[in-house]
């Protein structure tokens, strides 16, 4: 069990200079870690799975790095703890971003997609040089299991609809430019918001380089058809790229709507949207109402 008692034996046994700062669990921190404030500056992240278990070694090398070419905040590493007291996996600290966790309320906002539109094209054209490779970063390889998904949600989402926004991401060319960096898990629910703005991206567990398309999925996460519009085009999004990222956030959506929706109504009305949204983008690309 990750809970506070195992947060402050490692600290204790690892780090003692944080052991004597409070340490408290930040409720409805996501499905990959469990997450501490420490003090008023820190924050403790254990993750909860195998999936996750490269994140702390990956962000403590690469976002120093990033960081300064980045016109958003992003998280600070201090350190990376190891295995200990039963617990089986690398964790990390990092400095505590002040902010909440994006809403709806940036939805029609065109300043908040330009804003996430720079973060993308910033992280886009830093050198990819020794840059970690995501083994899972081409939509064929989701082939089958969308189309599981699809099927096993017949009774709750348009079948047909989610099928040609799928065959339609499937169709296009791939991607054929050189590798660019991706923050591989671009979502709502990894931006951070303060007085009504885009002020941070966390959670760069999936950072990689590949396909921009990868990250196309703010578009369907965050925004309205305006804003997402103007996030295109600033973006500079061809058809194809555009196409496949709308494929990314189906696939995406779907996953996490069969593996939650059933136990979280946040995570089931997050997804609910965000599979719609790539519905009526889809409809509205072909001119439908």
Same mark, same amino acid.
């Given at each position: 069990?990750?809970?506070?008692?195992?947060?402050?034996?490692?600290?204790?046994?690892?780090?003692?200079?944080?052991? &004597?700062?409070?340490?408290?669990?930040?409720?409805?921190?996501?499905?990959? +870690?469990?997450? #501490?404030?420490?003090?008023?500056?820190?924050?403790?992240? /254990?993750?909860?799975?195998?999936g996750a278990i490269g994140q702390a070694?990956?962000?403590?090398?690469?976002?120093?790095?990033?960081?300064? $070419? /980045?016109?958003?905040?992003?998280?600070?590493?201090?350190?990376?703890?190891?295995?200990?007291?039963?617990?089986?996996? +690398?964790?990390?600290?990092?400095?505590?971003?002040?902010?909440?966790?994006?809403? @709806?309320?940036?939805?029609?906002?065109?300043?908040? $997609?330009?804003?996430?539109?720079?973060?993308?094209?910033?992280?886009? =054209?830093?050198?990819?040089?020794?840059?970690?490779?995501?083994?899972?970063? @081409?939509?064929? %390889?989701?082939? %089958?299991? *969308?189309?599981? $998904?699809?099927?096993?949600?017949?009774?709750?989402?348009?079948?047909?609809?989610? *099928?040609?926004?799928?065959?339609?991401?499937?169709?296009?060319?791939?991607?054929?430019?050189?590798?660019?960096?991706? +923050?591989?898990?671009?979502?709502?629910?990894?931006? @951070?918001?303060?007085?009504?703005?885009?002020?941070?991206?966390?959670?760069?567990?999936?950072? &990689?380089?590949?396909?921009?398309?990868? !990250?196309?999925?703010?578009? #369907?996460? @965050?925004?309205?058809?305006?804003? %997402?519009?103007?996030?295109?085009?600033?973006?500079?999004? !061809?058809?194809?790229?555009?196409? %496949? &990222?709308?494929?990314? $956030?189906?696939?995406?959506?779907?996953?996490?709507?069969?593996?939650?929706?059933?136990?979280?109504? =946040?995570?089931?009305?997050?997804?609910?949207?965000?599979?719609?949204?790539?519905?009526?983008?889809?409809?509205?690309?072909?001119?439908?109402?």
């Amino acid at each position: 069990m990750i809970d506070v008692a195992l947060a402050e034996g490692l600290l204790q046994a690892q780090f003692p200079q944080w052991a &004597g700062l409070p340490l408290r669990l930040v409720e409805k921190a996501g499905s990959d +870690h469990v997450i #501490f404030r420490l003090g008023d500056e820190l924050a403790v992240r /254990l993750p909860r799975h195998e999936g996750a278990i490269g994140q702390a070694k990956k962000e403590s090398v690469w976002l120093p790095r990033l960081a300064p $070419a /980045l016109p958003l905040a992003v998280p600070e590493p201090v350190a990376v703890g190891r295995p200990g007291l039963g617990y089986p996996w +690398h964790w990390s600290v990092a400095r505590w971003l002040d902010g909440e966790v994006a809403t @709806l309320d940036l939805a029609d906002s065109w300043e908040a $997609a330009e804003t996430l539109a720079a973060f993308l094209d910033a992280l886009q =054209r830093f050198p990819v040089a020794g840059a970690p490779r995501e083994g899972d970063d @081409l939509l064929p %390889r989701r082939d %089958r299991a *969308t189309r599981e $998904a699809i099927a096993s949600v017949a009774g709750v989402f348009d079948t047909g609809a989610m *099928t040609a926004v799928w065959q339609a991401a499937l169709d296009v060319p791939a991607w054929a430019g050189p590798p660019v960096w991706f +923050h591989g898990d671009f979502h709502i629910g990894n931006v @951070l918001m303060s007085k009504g703005r885009v002020s941070a991206v966390i959670d760069f567990g999936g950072l &990689g380089v590949g396909d921009p398309a990868r !990250d196309m999925m703010m578009a #369907f996460t @965050l925004m309205s058809a305006g804003s %997402r519009a103007v996030f295109r085009e600033a973006l500079g999004a !061809d058809d194809a790229t555009w196409a %496949r &990222g709308r494929g990314w $956030a189906l696939a995406a959506g779907l996953n996490a709507y069969c593996s939650y929706a059933k136990t979280d109504a =946040r995570v089931a009305a997050q997804t609910t949207r965000q599979i719609n949204e790539t519905l009526t983008d889809l409809r509205l690309s072909f001119g439908g109402g």
